[in-house]
């Protein structure tokens, strides 16, 4: 079985939600930039405090700092052994939490993808049925887009029915003249052939 690992993470600070892994056997925490762990805290000294590895634990101690190390709300004199849940604060304004990080075995073996076989895919749900009364909203009958083309559109009037009843009138007028004039012309001569002596008779 592994040796648990741990971390500190910053709950309040210059950067909330930043994690240091304690991998090192002693670390030093401080504001400068030689420190493993560098706070950049106003509150936070050069060299604040330092983390011993004894065993399994971890062992927090004050470096002398100016606004002093404390764990739970009490200011360390001394050599503090952490516990998981451990709330650390430098100065006023940094706060870290004490934490164990879970360690997965797998997680740096990778394993082959495995087709896993699938059932036929499950039936669709029944429909229930419309309830008493419904009444389906009526579908609209006014085409749209390209439907338009498909429906038989009313024949175009035709501009030519004027001319058409036009020239039947004056075929019909053309006849009555004719014949108006044949009827005459027979009957003259009907009359004369009668009485010869109407005026106008050869």
Request: charged letters at 15%; proline letters at 14%.
């Amino acid at each position: 079985m592994p040796a648990p690992s741990f971390q500190l993470s910053m709950r309040t600070g210059p950067a909330p939600g930043k994690v240091f892994t304690l991998e090192q056997d002693e670390i030093i925490i401080g504001r400068d930039i030689s420190n493993d762990f560098i706070i950049n805290d106003v509150e936070v000294s050069r060299r604040h405090a330092r983390l011993t590895r004894q065993g399994t634990q971890f062992v927090l101690e004050d470096l002398g700092s100016t606004n002093g190390t404390f764990v739970n709300g009490q200011r360390l004199a001394g050599p503090h052994v952490l516990r998981i849940g451990d709330v650390i604060l430098l100065g006023e304004n940094v706060t870290l939490v004490f934490e164990e990080t879970s360690y997965d075995p797998n997680a740096t073996v990778a394993s082959p993808a495995v087709a896993v076989p699938q059932g036929p895919p499950p039936p669709p749900p029944p429909v229930s049925p419309p309830p008493q009364g419904y009444v389906p909203p009526a579908a609209s009958s006014a085409p749209t887009g390209d439907l338009e083309n498909k429906f038989p559109q009313p024949p175009e009037k035709s501009s030519k029915v004027p001319c058409l009843a036009i020239g039947c009138v004056s075929v019909i007028l053309l006849c009555v003249v004719v014949v108006g004039a044949l009827w005459y012309i027979d009957s003259h001569y009907l009359w004369c052939t009668v009485a010869p002596f109407i005026p106008g008779c050869p």
